[in-house]
């Protein structure tokens, strides 16, 4: 049978799925974007996400990475065994490949509930660290008010992807936790304009994302006008993704991909850095949008029964293609906070060997990798 596939990304307007009138119509084009793409820009979103509040945290963004670089590494990951923090540029790993990127990786708020004896998984989640408020006044504030925001548009946006599915509206609940039980992950991301004598114009490498969906604003708030994001589709071609002003990207991840026995559909896709000689950095604030950590998304007891109408357009589609991005495969076997901390082990290996030794062992038998650890 023929592939579905697609060329661009679909922009969607948030606020039909507000009126009774315009919904059916904002379903269906986000039942294709679910099934067949795997990515969407969505505008209108000022009931949900206050569009000065955007602003306000976009002014912020060149301060925040303009801090002398002491202050910025107070706060290095490695202090976090939630793995929140400064991350010096390059001091990521995407498939082993280092990323071109510096970030801030800040969460809604969170109390961990790990004690010793509880599974390691349990301690992902917890506080955030933030730069000293007197060197970036309001900072603080703003990215807490943009979070706690941009968390409860992407809890209404499951509800929505739930009836386009042809379940009821709390039919993905089963997910989630109690609201205090549950935490998501932010990152204030910059891509530096690489030097001409630079090898890799990887910022980020080929991935999918873990959860079950990513709210970017580019720069993903869209803060920067370079492109950069692209996306894989069925073809393996890679289609790019540029920024579109006053809108977000969202993207499903792999947690939504197994959950709905592969009907949504988790996309590959890449950051290039920004062209040598660009005036400029790209900047980038994604949320990614967590289920709760103890799920198992193959367990039985979570398992979901589809219409045969939304199954018929999954095999319509056709088979997702492999591609040699990281895929979480995981989620077949272990639960979603184990998920996520080998992810993030593989990704920021000398927190790891700070926070998790056997499992750095596990993943890094020969030890740190030698690029992009020099703290």
């Not at 490949?97 to 800040?106: L, V």
């Not at 709905?260 to 604030?285: E, F, Q, W």
């Amino acid at each position: 049978m023929e592939n579905k596939d697609f060329s661009s990304i679909p922009l969607l307007d948030y606020s039909l799925a507000l009126s009774s009138s315009t919904k059916p119509g904002f379903i269906l084009q986000l039942r294709y974007a679910l099934i067949n793409v795997g990515f969407l820009y969505l505008s209108n979103t000022d009931a949900m996400v206050d569009q000065s509040l955007v602003e306000s945290l976009k002014s912020y963004i060149p301060k925040l990475f303009a801090l002398p670089q002491e202050e910025k590494d107070k706060i290095r990951m490695a202090n976090s065994p939630h793995f929140l923090g400064y991350s010096r540029l390059g001091a990521e790993l995407t498939k082993g490949k280092t990323d071109y990127r510096e970030q801030f990786d800040i969460a809604t708020d969170h109390v961990s509930r790990w004690r010793p004896g509880d599974p390691d998984y349990w301690n992902i989640w917890g506080p955030s660290q933030y730069p000293d408020e007197a060197l970036i006044p309001g900072f603080q504030q703003i990215m807490k008010g943009y979070l706690s925001q941009v968390a409860a548009l992407g809890t209404h946006f499951i509800t929505l992807i739930a009836e386009a599915l042809g379940l009821p509206p709390d039919g993905l609940s089963r997910f989630h936790d109690i609201p205090d039980r549950m935490q998501h992950r932010g990152k204030v991301v910059q891509y530096p304009v690489p030097s001409e004598r630079s090898e890799s114009n990887q910022g980020v490498g080929p991935h999918y994302d873990a959860g079950f969906l990513t709210i970017a604003s580019i720069h993903l708030l869209q803060a920067s006008p370079h492109p950069g994001l692209q996306v894989q589709n069925l073809a393996g071609d890679w289609i790019e993704a540029p920024p579109i002003p006053g809108t977000f990207v969202i993207n499903f991840g792999r947690a939504l991909e197994f959950a709905t026995k592969g009907i949504v559909r988790a996309t590959s896709h890449r950051v290039l850095s920004p062209p040598v000689g660009s005036s400029s950095p790209r900047y980038s604030v994604p949320l990614f949008h967590n289920i709760a950590l103890d799920v198992k998304v193959r367990d039985p007891k979570y398992e979901l029964e589809f219409p045969p109408d939304i199954v018929k357009l999954r095999d319509e589609r056709g088979s997702l293609s492999q591609t040699d991005s990281i895929n979480y495969s995981e989620f077949e076997s272990q639960p979603s906070g184990m998920v996520q901390l080998m992810g993030r082990v593989k990704s920021h290996p000398d927190v790891a060997q700070r926070h998790y030794p056997t499992l750095f062992k596990q993943f890094f038998p020969d030890g740190l990798p030698k690029a992009g650890f020099a703290y």
